[in-house]
DNA sequence: ATCCAGGAACTGT
DNA sequence: ACAGTTCATGGA
């Protein structure tokens, strides 16, 4: 991680390939988006370390990703977590040079390369927040989706208000794993997304399931495994994780419907492409699958195409 | 209305 | 192993 600490404030540099606007308008994609909200170019982002709840204001000028403390900034070891999470959340590690490099021998890959350059994957940093948001999402609609993770967080999460803004956190796997299917089933979730969800949250009061424990596995075969052991996760939501929470550049959701109708956009074909015809299209993607996925989604967002 | 949605488990063969 | 069915509801 490349920052500055000014006590009040903070200067997090990225890499060279980062374009802050292209990212805010992959955060802005719904307007029921309760995690954080975005005002005049700026992200406000509530998180919480350890019991502190510290509220972010991030924003990007001469090429620095600067981030203030509206309500005041914390100490300073609670400063330089929040560092670390917007340098995780903004997928600031990978080399997208390499990813580049692949794009643009690809005929898929290389305007999208260019168009969005700079675009990173939005991470979900928070294991339990993926392995949810991933479940919650399965074969709903996006927007649907969004309602039922609003409804999810407006009942269990934490929230802060500043000045008539009010800021959530997404549930602890603590407090879900307190609650029941009834619970989840009176905001439209099927009863197999509620116990896939509280069953998630019990395997992580356990201990069963971390991230640190996925992430000491020997390799992604390994993770993907298991991950799909547990009930309500299949080869999509592993993946999905493993792109989103656990920065695999190589994970292929590759049964993606959002996937398919950007390839079908883009490629102007009849029909969606079916799973062999996109691992021709894929074949040159190698180690930047979960890069060309996003990138592809992110087209989705272009209606004048 | 009708079809499909950022799938996965379950059932029967 | 593999295909068909069910989950459950909202969006377009």
Redo the contacts with the bound molecule.
């Keep these: 991680m490349n920052w500055i600490d000014h006590e009040s404030y903070m200067e997090i540099y990225p890499p060279k390939e980062f374009n802050f606007k292209e990212c805010l308008i992959f955060l802005d994609r719904s307007n029921l988006e309760v995690l954080h909200q975005i005002k005049e170019g700026s992200v406000y982002k509530l998180i919480k370390v350890k019991e502190s709840l510290i509220l972010c204001k991030i924003g990007f000028i001469n090429n620095v990703i600067k981030v203030e403390f509206p309500i005041g900034p914390p100490s300073i070891h609670f400063r330089k977590k929040a560092a670390e999470y917007i340098w995780e959340w903004y997928d600031l590690d990978q080399d997208l040079g390499a990813f580049y490099q692949v794009a643009n021998q690809d005929k898929v890959l290389k305007n999208l390369a260019h168009k969005y350059y700079g675009l990173r994957i939005m991470c979900i940093p928070d294991l339990f927040e993926a392995l949810v948001w991933a479940i919650m ?9 969004y ?1 039922l993770k609003k409804r999810f967080v407006e009942q269990f999460g934490e929230s802060l208000t500043f000045e008539g803004d009010t800021f959530w956190l997404f549930p602890s796997f603590e407090k879900i794993a307190l609650i029941n299917v009834d619970d989840l089933r009176k905001l ?1 979730f ?3 997304k509620a116990e896939y969800i509280i069953d998630i949250a019990k395997a992580m009061i356990n201990g069963e399931l971390t991230k640190e424990l996925l992430l000491q596995k020997k390799d992604d075969q390994q993770i993907q495994w298991s991950l799909m052991r547990i ?8 993946d ?1 994780v493993m792109m989103k929470c656990l920065h695999y550049t190589s994970s292929f959701p590759v ?4 996937l398919h ?1 950007a390839l079908r956009n883009l490629l102007d074909l009849e029909r969606k492409p079916t799973i062999e015809e996109i691992e021709k299209y894929a074949a040159d993607w190698e180690g930047w699958q979960a890069y060309a996925t996003y990138y592809l ?1 992110r087209s989705l967002y272009d209606k004048n195409i």
Excluded: E, K
Excluded at 137 to 145: D, E, R
């Design positions: 999402g399965q074969q709903i609609n996006l927007t649907f989706a309602t439209q099927t009863s197999r009930r309500g996760i299949g080869p999509w939501t592993a999905y049964a993606d419907v959002g109708n989604w």
